[in-house]
């Protein structure tokens, strides 16, 4: 559904994105994790046709996003960091005149905010919403025009646990049906949760990219943090899973029924600091 | 979608977004309301200069000012780069942009000349309308290139200052010295000076029309460029 060969993007005489090459397969939601300049913007810009490339192909949709512009845009959906709305209106003005121009018409719209749970708050002006509405409308408004593929920009940054996961399981339904997700996030959570793949960016170039769980697995001195009743007292111990005592020692300590709490240390967060830098800090 | 449907929901929008902001209802009306104040404080020897002048004034008020606090507003909310990955290409979202301001140009500079009560000829149309989108695009190109709203509405109403002030010195300046020849072929006097020939019943002069509609391509020209620029290397920073 998307591929992209060798992407380079220079501002200023800096390459903020060197010769980057991944594909996305229809159906899937990827995400593109990486600290800040490291070149995710950039590449969501040159992904859906705001920036052109200073190198490299593109295809998203099958079409090549510089000769095919006109094409590919109306393949996509976009949902920017930003609220991108116009605040004077109401939740169904705004989505009703940027669905028409990505040729969506009222009953489209009216399933959407249904979908999207902004049924009742349809005639409310986006000035008067809470950051989690607003932001629940334009994620909607992405999703309008019936795109193929849809780019998300921080989807959930700044919201509540319960509108987290109601929004994860509204962009699952929307996989479900055959929609690609490509998103961009901070939240190393977010993305083991809800990505298919990761592909963790730093400085302009692609440094991993796999399902969450393989980059985890590539770990090797993951550790396990074990807390228990020890005659009375909580005792913590951390044990490191490449030792080959640390099976037997983990099975005595659940047979006896005296565990409190298990926590591994290696995460997509670990695998993330570790390829970006931010464990040596 | 076509672009002329595209354009047409583009117009709808903006009316159903605008109409509800005070702000443009203000300087819709504000040249009108003062002109109407002015006029009745008694007669002057120069009320043609002056008429054109408020004419002007109209243009820059509402073309000028409010096309670029549009275009600001639309940059600084992000729906800017909402409207670059629709199907409706871009120019033609521009388009229906100018088209817009420049109806409430006109809007705003017929409320002066109903004030003003005539005579006037139909030649004097041609000045209003070219005027009114040449400084539409003076808007257009100051949201294009100003990196922050503060600073572009800062920059719009200096801007519309010079303009104005121009045409009001214009007059007063010997007609032999440099400044004066040099400030003739400035939009603003360009603008003034056609409109004053629509106020007399003169007939065209067609350099001047010629000269407003050059000053319109080299916008547009501009315009394509900044468009351009932005799609090679993102947004002024």
């Not at chain 1, 929609?179 to 730093?202: F, K, P, S, W």
Request: hydrophobic share 45%.
């Amino acid at each position: 559904m998307i591929e992209v060969d060798q992407l380079s993007k220079v501002y200023a005489n800096r390459r903020v994105v060197d010769h980057v090459s991944f594909t996305v397969s229809p159906g899937e939601i990827f995400g593109l994790l990486g600290p800040n300049g490291a070149g995710k913007t950039t590449t969501m810009g040159c992904l859906t046709g705001l920036l052109r490339p200073d190198s490299g192909r593109i295809r998203v949709a099958g079409y090549d996003v510089v000769r095919q512009r006109s094409q590919m845009v109306q393949m996509i959906g976009v949902a920017f960091e930003l609220p991108a709305l116009y605040p004077r209106l109401t939740v169904e003005e705004n989505l009703r005149f940027l669905g028409a121009l990505h040729g969506a018409g009222a009953d489209e719209v009216k399933t959407v905010m249904t979908r999207w749970g902004l049924t009742e708050r349809r005639r409310q002006p986006i000035h008067s919403l809470s950051k989690g509405w607003k932001q629940r409308t334009m994620l909607a408004r992405a999703f309008l025009g019936r795109p193929r593929v849809v780019f998300l920009d921080e989807p959930t940054s700044g919201l509540d646990p319960n509108a987290v996961a109601e929004i994860h399981q509204i962009l699952r339904s929307h996989q479900i049906e055959g929609m690609t997700l490509v998103l961009t996030t901070h939240d190393m959570t977010e993305a083991a949760q809800l990505c298919d793949r990761v592909g963790i960016m730093a400085q302009g170039h692609l440094l991993a990219i796999d399902p969450p769980a393989v980059l985890v697995g590539r770990l090797q001195d993951q550790t396990v943090q074990i807390t228990w009743w020890n005659q009375g007292t909580l005792s913590t111990q951390a044990l490191a899973l490449a030792d080959p005592c640390t099976p037997d020692t983990l099975s005595r300590l659940l047979r006896d029924g005296t565990v409190v709490e298990i926590h591994s240390t290696g995460s997509l967060n670990t695998v993330y600091r570790r390829l970006t830098g931010g464990d040596r800090t | 979608m076509t672009p002329l449907k595209g354009m047409w929901v583009m117009e709808r929008h903006m009316a159903r977004d605008w109409l509800r902001n005070r702000t443009l209802w203000i300087m819709l009306l504000l040249p009108t309301g003062i002109f109407w104040a002015v006029l009745h404080t008694g007669t002057s020897p120069h009320r043609r200069w002056f008429v054109a002048s408020w004419l002007l004034f109209a243009q820059v008020m509402t073309g000028l000012m409010i096309a670029a606090s549009y275009w600001l507003e639309e940059r600084e909310q992000g729906t800017w780069q909402a409207l670059r990955v629709s199907s409706v290409p871009i120019g033609w979202i521009m388009g229906a942009q100018a088209v817009f301001v420049g109806l409430l140009a006109a809007v705003s500079q017929a409320g002066v000349l109903m004030v003003s009560c005539g005579p006037w000829h139909g030649s004097l149309g041609l000045g209003m309308v070219l005027g009114g989108f040449v400084f539409t695009g003076f808007g257009l190109l100051i949201g294009i290139t100003s990196p922050a709203q503060r600073t572009g509405s800062l920059l719009a109403a200096a801007a519309m200052i010079v303009f104005f002030l121009s045409a009001l010195i214009w007059p007063g300046l010997g007609e032999n010295t440099g400044i004066h020849s040099w400030l003739s072929w400035s939009p603003a006097i360009v603008t003034v000076r056609v409109m004053r020939a629509g106020l007399q019943g003169s007939p065209l002069s067609w350099t001047m029309i010629g000269a407003m509609v050059g000053w319109g391509s080299l916008i547009i020209a501009l315009l394509i460029c900044l468009l351009h620029r932005e799609y090679h290397r993102g947004l002024p920073m």
